[in-house]
Nanobody, 125 residues
Framework: QVQLVESGGGLVQAGGYLRLSCAASGRTFSRYTMGWFRQAPGKEREFVSAISWFTGNTYYADSVKGRCTISRDNAKNTVYLQMNNLKPEDTDVYYC??????????????????WGQGTQVTVSS
């Protein structure tokens, strides 16, 4: 069992930046592919970014490509999402997720095994 706790969300003006963190419990964090998703009220949760545990390759949704960077620190059992040049449409609850199976990250919700509680990101115009 893995527990994920997100932090780093908040209120920021358009053009600003935030760094989200996701701290994981457990001793096998380094073997999990990690992902970030986001969800607005009344909308489906959507893929944002992911990082493979095996290759370190990173993947991004087109909507955030060039503005976000995902990284991980296995010594700290933590995955990060650096978000720059934030836009009002980035306002969402951001969720961290862990996949214990795949080397190539999935973009589908059901492919992830563990989820955090989410952290709110609000971008004002």
């Amino acid at each position: 069992q893995v527990q994920l706790v997100e932090s780093g969300g908040g209120l920021v003006q358009a053009g600003g930046y935030l760094r989200l963190s996701c701290a994981a419990s457990g001793r096998t964090f380094s073997r999990y592919t990690m992902g970030w998703f986001r969800q607005a009220p009344g909308k489906e949760r959507e893929f944002v970014s992911a990082i493979s545990w095996f290759t370190g390759n990173t993947y991004y949704a087109d909507s955030v490509k060039g503005r976000c960077t995902i990284s991980r620190d296995n010594a700290k059992n933590t995955v990060y999402l650096q978000m720059n040049n934030l836009k009002p449409e980035d306002t969402d609850v951001y969720y961290c997720a862990a996949d214990r199976t795949r080397v190539v990250p999935a973009t589908t919700l059901t492919d992830y095994d563990y989820w955090g509680q989410g952290t709110q990101v609000t971008v004002s115009s």
